[in-house]
């Protein structure tokens, strides 16, 4: 079974910086494209940042600029450095990665359970 657990959410004012981390674990043979969701109340998720496994990143507009996603692949961790941080950001984030487990080899999709990031103004 694999599992995704994030940590690094919390509350920060404005203009300040937070790190959220993803690990997965599991009998994984390999993990594929990585991904940052958030999802405010009411709203529907939105992927925010991805990663491939060699490293390729994508942005939403929103964050371009002010996080960077970043992975290592030896320990199966996934990072968000998030910058300057506004009072729109204010959500749940969810981690995401396509994983081949060791048992069916099958690509599957994984949630993590989420984080809160709350900025105060």
């Known amino acids: 079974q694999v599992q995704l657990v994030e940590s690094g959410g919390g509350l920060v004012q404005a203009g300040g910086s937070l790190r959220l981390s993803c690990a997965a674990s599991g009998s994984i043979f390999r993990i594929n494209a990585m991904g940052w969701y958030r999802q405010v109340p009411g709203n529907q998720r939105e992927l925010i940042a991805g990663?491939?496994?060699?490293?390729?990143?994508n942005y939403a507009d929103s964050v371009k600029g002010r996080f960077t996603i970043s992975r290592d692949n030896a320990t199966n961790t996934m990072f968000l450095q998030m910058n300057r941080l506004k009072v729109e950001d204010t959500a749940v984030y969810y981690c995401?990665?396509?994983?081949?487990?060791?048992?069916?080899?099958?690509?599957?999709?994984?949630w993590g359970q989420g984080t809160q990031v709350t900025v105060s103004s």
């Open positions: 990663i491939t496994s060699g490293g390729y990143t």
């Open positions: 995401a990665a396509e994983v081949l487990p060791v048992a069916t080899m099958a690509p599957l999709r994984s």
